[in-house]
Structures are given as structure tokens and as C-alpha cells.
């Protein structure tokens, strides 16, 4: 600790260093990695997903005895159904997930340290929100498949099969991957506006299990169209397991609610001290 | 170089900073000095852009902060000891940080191996100590190489190696042609590592001039005597020259003589001493005059320096020990060294 004597002689690069668009992802990709809450989480996914796909499948296959039964087995979405049955639990670890990777920063200051680095603060927000939303599409994805692959020897010795290469199967899976990182996008887009780990989950879990509550009580018909539009109604018709929407119109509305909610925090940041 | 133009800061109605103009230059360890409260860190937020100035403009190498291609590489920034996620290791922080501007990990351990991290760079922020974090705090200011430091009390919560060690880093850096600006609310640090000191107090520039000029231009040496006859002594000893405080009955505080003139007078009146001490102002003296009207949080009447006077009788040398009073010139005893305690009460 004698202090620094031949430190001038740094291991810098001889070209002058800057601040790039790429190192600011890669920047966001350590960020990410490097923190338990990540690990954790994505890990939960992956169990959530296989758990409760061979929980679903398992007991819809011991309760084949009636008609109704053989006419499930003959839909062709069963195997969809049985992949993606984790996602409506996935999404709330999502959610948190996303509110944490920006809120984290906020609670603890490290959000200064960030902005110090990228004074210009939205490319932050920007690597942010590409480095969570692949990470969480490829996390999801992941289980999503693991889940197809460990129900379907059930399925087939039940009597059903399924092909991944079929349209039918693949676009849903995909889908449902898709809508988990978009949920956990909106999800990042209110913690970055609320800048509080509580307030964000708060909002998002809010927004995915009380706000339709909310609408279906109210007994007038608007309402009820209204509610078809929330996130959390939308994210199904992605993954082709309601029929309020097509996939491709279900997609455009989430991501009208991420630009939406960027947009305003994206203002926000700019604007606030911090 | 840094260079600050009618900056000011407004939180609602409250003003943080106000209309502050001044340079930090090259090749120079800048103190900014002030009470908590004066505006230091609000000052130095505004510098990197972390605050948005209500008025003015700071640039930084003649350019807005936000402006640089490589702004680490500019400015290296430690604003405060826990802006630093608690659940990520030093090396994660250091290396996420360093990407950005393309900085590998070659350069993050040269950081972690000049701060003394090296044996905690992989544990987790969350269980550093105060003075750690400081460490890191300063590996990340210096992770890009900055021409220009701004350190927010750097030295707090360090142990006394750390604060030698700062020290001795900052003002190796400013002799390396770096800008370094430090802040401090303790005056006697500033004097021992700034070169030049700007003093702020209630958001405004009170001083700014090289440290020796602040230190003599604010501190007066006094002389306190005390004897049953004060009154007497009081009119023996006023001149145009000089200013004579009335502590109590039989204390005086006089201020443009020297010990030894007063003592002269009342041996050649035959004048009793009790007690005949200089007061050589302290650097925190020469502080609190210049903040005097700037405190932004002052306390109550109580002043531990009075609480210790009963100590200061039985062992006059070790609460003399931080004060820079002489006894050379003491004439009458015994001497009485108690900390600049009646100070409180004028």
C-alpha cells in the first residue's frame, strides 16, 4: 500500500478508451450475472416450468376414463398446453426479476455509479432492457422445452404424440418464451419509473393479478373488453391458449404497453437527478 | 480542469448551491471545504451530471460532462462510499464498470492491486467495512485513468493508515499534472493535503485562495490572562491596537498583544497572574470563523471543550496536544491549557 509508485504505467489500451454502445450491454450482461437474485430467479423458472408441465400433463393423463378425457388427448394442443402450463407462474418470478434489475440499482446508489459511467443515462436503460429481455427469453425458452421434453415419453405412452417441428407446437413455445420476456420488460419499465424494489413489484404484480380483478367486477361491458387488453389477459393469446386475439395482434398490444411504460420512463430518467 | 459558472442548485424552495463560480486547476490537490449541509456534494454531482443544474454550467476540460467520448477517462468519480450495488463482488462492480468504456479485467485488478482490495475483491460489497468501501469507491475512480478526480470525503470512515495513504494518493496524482478535487468538512485534513482550498458554506463561495492564505488570513492569535484585578489590567493594557474581551470578573482575552507584553505590564504595575496563556487559533478556529455564519445545522450551547476544563487542570498536556498553544513565553503560573473553551461564549 506505499503508495502507487510506478502506477502511471497503466494497462490500458494505447487507442483512447470510450464509451461504446457494445460495452454498455456487456456492461449490463456482468451486471446481470453477476448477482444472486439472477441466478436464483432464472433458476426457479426452470424448475417452475418442468414441475408444474409434468404435474399438469401427469394428471391429466391419469384422468383419461371418460369421453372428455379421450377428447383431450386428442386435441392437438396438449402438448403446448402441458410445455407452457408453468408460464402463469413464471411470469411472477419474471416480473420481479425485472423490477429488480433496475430497482436494485436505485435502492443501493449504485445507479450513480452507473450514470457517472454513461452520463447520457438512456443507453443504460436501453442495454437493460435487450440484456434482460434475451436473457429471459433464452431462460424461458430453455424451460419451456425442457418441459416438452420431459412430458412428452407420458404423453406418448398415452397415446398422444406431437412433432416440434410442427408449427402448432414450436409457435406456441416460442410464444410463451416471448411473453415471459416481454412481461419482465413491462416489469423493468415500472421499477425504472418507480425506482423502488416494493413499489415496482407492487406495480407489475398489481397490473398482472389484482388490476382484471378489479374489471371483472365491474358488471358493464366495457370493462370487460378492457381487461381483454391488460398485459396479463394478452400474454395467453400469444402463446395460442386463448382466442381474445391472434398471436401476432396479442404481440403488438405488449409491446404497446412496453412503449408506453418506456416511454415514460425514459423521460423520467432523463429529467430526474440521481 | 474544472470550471463552474454561476452554478446553482434549488431542491423546491430550498437553495443547495448558489450561483458558485470558481476553476479547480491541473497539477493541484483542491480542497472543498465546508460544513455539512453547504452544498459539496450537490457541487460535485452537478460536475459528472448526476444533478441537473437549476442554473449555470460546469465543464470539465472545456466540455459538458456528458459531451466526452470517454467521460471515466475524464473524470474519475467517488461520490459516495455505498453507490455500489451491496449483492455484486468488488471485481463484478470494477469490471461491469470498466466495460463500458471497454476497460478488461487486466486493468481492474491493477485498481483492486493499488487500493489494497486484493484479498476481498470477491466477496460481496454488502459485508465491506466503511473504509473498504471507501477503497473501492477510490479503484473506481480510477479504474479509466481520469486527468481529473473528484473525491467526496474521501478519508471517511478509514483508519489512520487509510487517511495517510489517501492522502499521499492524491497528492501523487495532482503532482502527476491530474485536477484533483477532494472535499472535506474537517479543515485540519484540508491543510495537511490540499493545495488550494475553496470554502462553501450555505451554497455559496466563502474562500477561495491556496491554503497558507486561508489558514493566516483567518485565524488571530489572542492572549487570555486572568487576575483579581482584570478591570485594572483591561485599562492599562487598551490601545487603538488592541481588542479586549471581558470573559468573566477576572478573565481577559486580548488580541493584538503577545503574552509577553501583557505579562511585562502587569509585573511593572505589580499586577497579579493567575494564569497568562497565548492562543495561537487552530485550524478549526480559523473554520469556524469562516463558516461561522454558514453552519447549516448548528448545535446547542453545549461545548465538550468546557465539559473537559477539570481534566485540562490535572494534565494540561494531553488536551494541549491538538491545540497549537506555546508555552514559551508563559510568565505567570500555572498555565491553564484548557481547549479554546471560552470561545464558546463570546
Known sequence: MSTATARRSTTLPASPIRLTA???????????????????????????????????????????????????????????????????????????????????????GQIRSS???????????????????????????????????????????????????????????IGAAGYLALIGMLALGLGAILRSTAGGIAASLGLLLVVPVIFTLIPVDWAHSISDWLPGSVGPAIYQMST??????????????????????????????? | MIEAHSLSKKYGPKTAVDDVTFTVRPGLVTGFLGPNGAGKSTTMRMIVGLDRPSGGSVTVNGKVYRDHAAPLHEVGVLLDAKAIHQGRSAYSHLLALGATHGIGASRVHEVIEMTGLDTVAKKRVGGFSLGMGQRLGIAAAMLGDPSTLILDEPVNGLDPEGVMWVRELVRFLASEGRTVLLSSHLMSEMAQTADHIIVIGKGRIIADAPVVDIVSSATTASVRAVSPRAAEMARLLNSPDVTITSIDGETLEIVGLTSAAVGEVAATNGIVLHELTPLRGSLEDAYMNLTADAVEYRTGVFDPANALQPAAHADPAKVDAPHEHTHAASHAAPTHAAPSGPEALR
Open chain 1, 22 to 108: 457494445g460495452g454498455i450491454i456487456r456492461s449490463e450482461w456482468i451486471k446481470l450475472r453477476s448477482l444472486r437474485s439472477t441466478i436464483w430467479a432464472y433458476a426457479v423458472i426452470l424448475v417452475l416450468q418442468i414441475a408444474i408441465g409434468l404435474l399438469v400433463i401427469s394428471f391429466t393423463v391419469n384422468n383419461l376414463d371418460s369421453s372428455r378425457g379421450q377428447a383431450i388427448l386428442q386435441s392437438p394442443e396438449l402438448a403446448t398446453a402441458g410445455a407452457t402450463a408453468g408460464v402463469v407462474f413464471a411470469q411472477l418470478v419474471v416480473s420481479v426479476l425485472g423490477v429488480l434489475v433496475i430497482s436494485g440499482e436505485y435502492s443501493t
Open chain 1, 115 to 173: 450514470f457517472a459511467a454513461v452520463p447520457k443515462r438512456l443507453p443504460v436503460l436501453w442495454a437493460k432492457l435487450a440484456v434482460f429481455g434475451v436473457v429471459t427469453f433464452v431462460v424461458s425458452l430453455v424451460g419451456i422445452l425442457l418441459a416438452y421434453a420431459v412430458t412428452y415419453p407420458i404423453l406418448a405412452n398415452a397415446g398422444h404424440s406431437s412433432n416440434l417441428s410442427d408449427s402448432a407446437v414450436f409457435l406456441p413455445i
Open chain 1, 244 to 274: 381474445t386475439f391472434e398471436w401476432w395482434q396479442a404481440l403488438l398490444i405488449m409491446i404497446g404497453w412496453i412503449a408506453v411504460v418506456f416511454a415514460a420512463a425514459a423521460t423520467l430518467i432523463r429529467r430526474r437527478d440521481a
